[in-house]
């Protein structure tokens, strides 16, 4: 445990103090959780799915302006009359190791202490490397499912073990949104790094993608002696101008003139929408989100949809879940991470930016179905010192959740090459 944490004890928050629709109980010591949300707030997120006042279409193609109206009806009868929170609710609480705990940083932007669910499963292998998985919007800690047997125990002696840390970034999942302003990705960072330190995990690598690879990046920059590297899915790498005035003279690559048309078709369609209100005026949107449970996922399906090739990926039973890790807490503070995430510097409403440059050794991979696939080594390297970047012909922003099989190729890959990522500081 860090010298910070050992000197408060005492701060606890129950879950009617922060206005929570589940059962928790956050100290500085941590402790395991179980899921039980409250029973009223289900049956009104029932009722409030059967009350959904639907959209009348107009004679154009399906989803030129968002889900049509015959898909809307389908989710919502799906939510009232077949959707078993309860039956979910005891998978998820079989599944994973969950647990609770607040801890406490000195990040200027949010000074304020931080209670935090997450997921912790230790290797039963004495030399497992610690690593911090981190997830993105409008994901959740779900995502490190199909990764966590694989990666805590390997079935072949050969390959590299992990003790897999998972926490939700505050307001997703089961970690209360934050009371005051301010926690962007940076905090966010610091948030999870004490986290780590709290557990014992004095150095350790990381695995992040979207948001999650925003996070990891600031541990990266402000924690250097403790992340050793990592392996990313979601690496910024915008062109310069430059790239942009070879490109208009005809001597970009191919790679690169994708990478140009993908980013550019990703910020006039889906960036300019919901990138720029969640960084702009998020609490406008979240009052109707926080009352419409069918209304959020459709947010949630519309944003999400075009990182999937097979879109039955995205089914009804997964939709409502995944939208259940935003309507238990309310949408408010994870689309809020994007408000501050512009005070970071990552992003702007005209798209993302590099962020500052790590040494640490960071490999990447590349799927078909995101906006990042074939990015140039010579690009993602202006922000890191990229020295594995695997790229796959299918999967997407998701990975973890549809090419789980790829993800843990690719880290078992990186980290387990002792010299290229480092690793091997957890065997000296």
């Not at 289900?42 to 959209?55: D, E, I, M, N």
């Not at 109206?69 to 998820?92: D, G, H, M, S, T």
């Not at 350790?204 to 990891?216: E, K, L, P, R, T």
């Not at 074939?374 to 690009?379: A, D, F, K, M, R």
Request: glycine share 8%; with cysteine; aromatic share 12%.
């Amino acid at each position: 445990m860090s010298q910070l944490d050992t000197s408060h004890h005492g701060l606890t928050l129950s879950s009617k103090q922060l206005d929570l629709n589940f059962t928790a109980h956050f100290t500085e010591t941590v402790q395991p959780f179980t899921i039980n949300v409250d029973e009223t707030f289900l049956q009104h997120t029932q009722l409030k799915a059967s009350l959904t006042r639907f959209v009348p279409d107009i004679a154009q193609p399906d989803f030129t302006d968002g889900p049509p109206r015959a898909f809307v009806e389908k989710i919502a009868r799906y939510w009232f009359k077949e959707y078993n929170w309860r039956a979910v609710e005891a998978q998820l609480n079989k599944t994973f190791n969950h647990y609770t705990t607040i801890v406490r940083t000195q990040n200027k932007d949010f000074p304020h202490p931080v209670p935090l669910h997450f997921v912790h499963h230790r290797s039963p292998r004495a030399n497992a490397i610690p690593l911090l998985f981190l997830h993105g919007w409008p994901g959740s800690f779900l995502e490190v499912e199909h990764l966590l047997e694989p990666l805590t125990n390997p079935s072949n002696d050969a390959d590299p073990a992990f003790h897999v840390v998972a926490p939700s970034i505050p307001g997703f999942g089961f970690s209360p949104s934050p009371q005051h302003p301010g926690m962007g990705y940076r905090a966010a960072a610091h948030a999870v790094h004490a986290l780590m330190l709290k557990l014992g995990y004095e150095r350790y690598v990381y695995q992040g993608g979207d948001a999650g690879d925003f996070i990891g990046h600031f541990c990266a920059l402000d924690f250097p002696s403790a992340v050793v590297s990592g392996h990313s899915n979601f690496w910024i790498a915008p062109p310069l101008p430059s790239d942009l005035e070879r490109l208009g003279a005809g001597q970009a690559s191919d790679d690169e003139k994708q990478v140009v048309l993908r980013l550019g078709r990703f910020v006039e369609k889906s960036w300019c929408n919901y990138g720029t209100i969640h960084q702009t005026r998020p609490l406008k949107l979240a009052v109707g989100l926080t009352d419409s449970p069918v209304g959020l996922a459709m947010w949630i399906y519309d944003v999400s949809i075009g990182s999937f090739k097979d879109r039955e990926v995205l089914g009804a039973e997964r939709l409502v879940t995944w939208t259940m890790m935003h309507w238990i807490n309310g949408p408010y503070a994870a689309m809020s991470l994007y408000k501050y995430g512009q005070t970071d510097g990552v992003i702007s409403l005209q798209g993302v930016n590099y962020m500052p440059y790590i040494s640490q050794p960071i490999a990447l991979s590349q799927f078909p179905y995101d906006i990042w696939y074939g990015t140039p080594l010579e690009w993602a390297r202006r922000s890191g010192n990229i020295v594995q970047l695997t790229k796959h012909d299918r999967g997407g922003h998701f990975a973890a959740t549809d090419a789980p099989d790829l993800l843990v190729e690719d880290v078992r890959k990186f980290f387990g090459d002792r010299e290229l990522s480092g690793t091997h500081v957890f065997f000296e």
